[in-house]
């Protein structure tokens, strides 16, 4: 024990004793002595030259950021674009980045962007020409008004999601871009359940916007012509604050998008939330519902179902009718525009309800009968955009005239009213051979 404890006091003291007498060796000694000098020099100079040689500012001059136009296709450059990319993280590694500090396999393909009632009317077109363009689409939907129908041609691409959401409550989701239309649109579904709609517009605005806020997203409202009520004002400019009844049976939708437009503009101004407002005016076209109210979706079915066309009050009342794609476009450049807006964004082009039943008339059945009916409460006489704002600032303005646009209506009408009517035949068949 004492011999091995002796050996140990022996192994330990050793190196203490050896390094007591040797001298210190100075640094750069020890690495002349040695060569490492030179390969610490060769080191430096390799990866001087490999920075020189593949670092992305000295390869090309000050990378400006470029966008593709989703319109156009072209390529714009803009400063303000460019900061927005930096905010969404583009330039971290996203599109056009040229060092690609994120790994390969996270980067994004397009922008994420979700759309709310992107099962409906408007928004299901809208959802079809942004997964064109490559971006990845959410839409965040209750079924209200809309139909997986609308949408289900994109069921199956990578690129797709379908939420079931009412956006009266919160929902986090991470995206560049936040396209708000969840809202019935015809006064049939927002007369249904008044309070309902309100809540729409105000909570689910108010979570819309709070989560834009959140995420850094760029938000759009889609707000209505209504917003002018029953208008003193003819044609419509965006500075018109309106005449609307603050307690009538529309309320819940005029007041509730005129309460969604100051939400939107408190955001942008208390929390610095990117806002685009449009202000859009009746619109037609394919995949809208078909007993709703509207007078053209009413104008087209019962001309179909051989109905007679019913005409409310004399039928001297002025609406102008935008093409879907006309708006869809609107939408889309003012989503990616500079401007907050509002935006009118209708098709300026003016009938009656009685010109209109006669355009119906030629394009489906010239024996349609027309019928009178007493008006609705707190319709407006007359409405017309004024879109010179949209036209000068955002470039746009509709290009489908009505008897271009209401066939390609019709065509997906027909399919719908006589499938449905066929659908019915058969299942009454059925049940009654059971
Ligand atoms: N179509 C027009 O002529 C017109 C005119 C002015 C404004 N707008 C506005 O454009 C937007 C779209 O209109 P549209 O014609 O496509 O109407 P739509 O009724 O076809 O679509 C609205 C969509 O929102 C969904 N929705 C409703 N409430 C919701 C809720 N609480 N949570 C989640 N989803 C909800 C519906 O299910 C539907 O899919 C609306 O905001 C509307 O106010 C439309």
Not at 300 to 313: C, F, I, N, S
Request: hydrophobic residues 35%; proline residues 6%.
């Amino acid at each position: 024990m004492a011999s091995e404890m002796t050996y140990r006091r022996h192994e330990t003291q050793q190196p203490e004793a050896q390094s007591l007498h040797r001298k210190p060796i100075k640094p750069i000694r020890y690495m002349l002595r040695e060569q490492r000098l030179i390969f610490v020099l060769v080191g430096i100079a390799i990866a001087t030259l490999g920075f020189t040689l593949f670092s992305p500012s000295s390869s090309s001059p000050k990378p400006i950021p470029y966008y593709s136009d989703p319109i156009s296709g072209s390529e714009m450059r803009s400063s303000s674009l460019a900061q927005r990319k930096s905010s969404i993280g583009y330039i971290t590694g996203g599109i056009g980045s040229v060092g690609g500090k994120i790994p390969l396999g996270l980067k994004r393909k397009g922008l994420r962007v979700v759309v709310t009632g992107g099962a409906g009317f408007v928004g299901s077109h809208l959802v079809d020409r942004l997964i064109a363009r490559g971006d990845n689409v959410i839409v965040v939907d209750n079924f209200f008004t809309g139909s997986k129908d609308n949408v289900m041609h994109h069921f199956g691409n990578p690129n797709f999601e379908l939420i079931r959401h009412d956006v009266v409550e919160p929902i986090l989701l991470e995206v560049d871009q936040i396209y708000h239309l969840a809202c019935p649109a015809s006064p049939v579904h927002y007369k249904f359940n008044p309070v309902k709609t309100i809540k729409t517009n105000v909570v689910g605005t108010l979570n819309m916007l709070g989560l834009a806020k959140r995420v850094g997203a760029r938000f759009l409202l889609t707000s209505t012509s209504e917003v002018y009520g029953d208008p003193l004002q003819h044609p419509q400019v965006e500075t018109y604050w309106g005449n609307v009844n603050p307690i009538g049976v529309r309320s819940c939708y005029d007041e509730g998008k005129r309460t969604a437009e100051t939400l939107a503009m408190d955001y942008h101004r208390g929390a610095n939330v990117e806002v685009r407002i449009a202000r859009i005016f009746n619109t037609y076209g394919p995949r809208m519902c078909i007993d709703d109210g509207r007078v053209v979706s009413n104008f087209v079915a019962q001309a179909l179902r051989k109905e007679p066309l019913t005409v409310y009050g004399d039928g001297k009342q002025t609406r102008s009718f935008q093409f879907v794609s006309d708006l869809v476009e609107g939408l889309m450049r003012l989503m990616e525009g500079e401007h907050v807006g509002p935006f009118n964004l209708g098709n300026p082009g003016e009938f009656t309800m009685l010109e209109l039943a006669k355009v119906v008339q030629e394009t489906i059945d010239p024996n349609a009968k027309i019928e009178f009916r007493p008006n609705t409460e707190d319709d407006p006489h007359k409405r017309k955009p004024d879109i010179t704002k949209a036209k000068e600032l955002l470039g746009w303005e509709p290009k489908v005239a009505l008897r271009q646009g209401l066939p390609l209506m019709v065509k997906d009408f027909r399919q719908r009213v006589f499938g449905d009517q066929k659908q019915q035949e058969k299942t009454t068949t059925s049940s009654s051979t059971e």
